[in-house]
């Protein structure tokens, strides 16, 4: 197909993604659009920063649009701002500088072209960190005591879709006390159709993000990198770790040393994913699952992790394991076998596994509205009440003493060191867990609402359903009858059933759909739970 058949960005996308491999090269044509457009849009930090279409929303002009709307917030920020930042002053930000980064996506250094030209007009010290993953740039903001770090990443959304993380000098997603300045900055600019244009960086810094992860790591202390390399070395064992085309690739080479029992898959560049949405779900973990299968090695050990790395499923070849039993798992691990105290911290949509696990431990449980952000309070390293690990359902997870952010890189390592020290293959360490705590069946799914229900219009629709869902009224599943015991509205509205079982209905924060939660205690009941979730949802938007 020619240029001038196709009006805009998306148009040109649903050919793309009709057929990857015959369509491939209209990405060319999505360059132009994405430099072209100047069409504003409505910026939104959601759960994980700010996301849009490659060519609609997102483009070099609105990118360069937030970045301005930031350095604005370093000038005119106020105390709690900066509080907030971690700096004093705009002249801190300058002499500390921002770390700029971003996946390896299509545009992506472009998108941090923008960026750090903008940065080097006013000043800014900055450092660019090339293709790396969001771990990395939050430990390398501790070890180079930068600002603050910028990365071009919509994580583990599909090929079509761009991102802009914003991270402060902790090193954790940026909460809505900065997100709300820098969203109103950039709206403001967009009602008043700013021009930006681009500038050249110049005089920059490039760093090595993996070696400073790694020695980020190694000083924080929580994993026992001697332990992890000498099992590799020693043990009758296979790593099978797929990267889904994402810029996780080669870190674990550099962690773990090349070693001729780690198999890795989908290394290659693809912008677009060979046609599937880069997330670490069940369909995807099927390679991994093969190679595995095929192994009669005494240990084995696979996952799959985003493109950004902030994501990571789990299987030993036979179980496939979400961050709803892994999480428990590692609590389990930490506060048992290295004995680590704490808090246990955990997303209101996330398996009531580990909260048995750690009501009979004595651990304390910290439940918060989805969003890795809302974690920071229990892991900064001067908390009154520090947690022992951090998770939640959407495969995000992060531990004692390590990053503020989402961390892939710190579940393998973690599940390799658990292997080492239990002498058993996570399944049947999970198996274990389960016979002594009590087995819990947790599962999500969502429906895709239309791009202009995103926001406050699916809010209201969906709060229809608080009138329907309260404490005794009856909810049919199945076959069945059961009674609403509690409601929980900390994020969504979260019901919990007179037998222990619940579902959460809420909007995601980063696209347009709407996600449901939902929890038995037996495999049977899921598909009806999970049904009465959707039906739910459905009549709300009616």
Request: net charge neutral; aromatic share 8%; charged share 25%.
């Amino acid at each position: 197909m020619k240029q001038d058949d196709f009006k805009n960005a998306a148009e040109c996308w649903k050919v793309i993604l009709s057929d990857v491999k015959r369509n491939a090269n209209l990405l060319n044509e999505i360059r132009r659009f994405t430099m072209e457009n100047s069409t504003p849009t409505d910026v939104v930090f959601g759960t994980s920063g700010w996301r849009g279409e490659t060519g609609t929303d997102f483009t070099f002009s609105n990118v360069r649009i937030v970045t301005t709307a930031i350095i604005e917030m370093f000038k005119t920020g106020g105390q709690e701002v900066m509080e907030s930042l971690g700096v004093k002053d705009f002249d801190e930000v300058k002499r500390r500088g921002v770390i700029v980064g971003h996946d390896n996506r299509f545009l992506g250094p472009e998108y941090a072209s923008s960026v750090m030209g903008l940065l080097t007009k006013e000043g800014i010290k900055f450092y660019y960190a090339g293709e790396s993953i969001t771990p990395e740039l939050s430990a390398a903001i501790d070890m180079l005591h930068a600002a603050c770090s910028i990365n071009l990443t919509p994580s583990h959304n599909p090929a079509n879709y761009s991102g802009f993380k914003f991270n402060p000098s902790d090193g954790g997603p940026a909460g809505p006390e900065i997100t709300k300045v820098i969203e109103e900055n950039a709206n403001r600019m967009m009602a008043e159709k700013a021009v930006i244009h681009e500038v050249k960086p110049e005089h920059f810094h490039t760093i090595d993000t993996i070696k400073l992860y790694g020695d980020f790591l190694k000083k924080r202390g929580t994993l026992d990198f001697e332990r992890i390399r000498r099992f590799i070395k020693e043990e009758d064992c296979l790593l099978c770790i797929d990267h889904i085309h994402g810029a996780t690739r080669r870190r674990p080479n550099m962690l773990l040393g090349e070693s001729a029992k780690i198999q890795y898959l989908r290394t290659e560049d693809d912008y677009l994913f060979g046609g599937i949405p880069p997330e670490p779900s069940a369909k995807n973990m099927k390679g991994v699952m093969d190679v595995l299968g095929r192994s009669t090695c005494k240990f084995r050990l696979g996952v799959i992790m985003d493109p950004d790395g902030d994501r990571i499923r789990f299987t030993d070849g036979n179980v496939d394991i979400t961050m709803n039993h892994y999480g428990a798992m590692a609590l389990h691990f930490l506060h048992e076998y290295k004995n680590i105290s704490g808090v246990l911290v955990k997303s209101v949509a996330t398996s009531n596994f580990g909260n048995a696990i750690a009501e009979k431990l004595g651990i304390p449980i910290r439940e918060t509205a989805v969003g890795f952000k809302n974690f920071r309070p229990y892991m900064l390293q001067d908390a009154k009440e520090r947690a022992i690990l951090s998770y939640e359902e959407s495969d995000g997870i992060s531990g004692y003493n390590n990053t503020l952010e989402k961390d892939a890189m710190f579940g393998l390592l973690l599940a390799i060191e658990m292997m080492a020290v239990t002498g058993k293959n996570i399944g049947a360490y999970l198996h274990e867990l389960e016979e002594k705590f009590g087995a819990y069946f947790p599962e999500r799914a969502s429906v895709v609402v239309d791009r202009s229900l995103a926001g406050a219009p699916l809010l209201k629709k969906l709060s229809r359903l608080k009138d329907k869902l309260s404490v005794g009224n009856a909810v049919r599943i199945g076959k069945n009858t059961k009674k609403i015991k509690t409601v929980i509205s900390i994020d969504g509205i979260k019901v919990v059933l007179d037998d222990n079982s619940w579902l959460l209905i809420r909007p995601s924060g980063t696209e347009p759909k709407v996600r449901f939660y939902v929890e038995t205690r037996s495999s049977e009941e899921l598909k009806d739970i999970i049904e009465t979730a959707e039906r739910l949802t459905h009549e709300a938007l009616a």
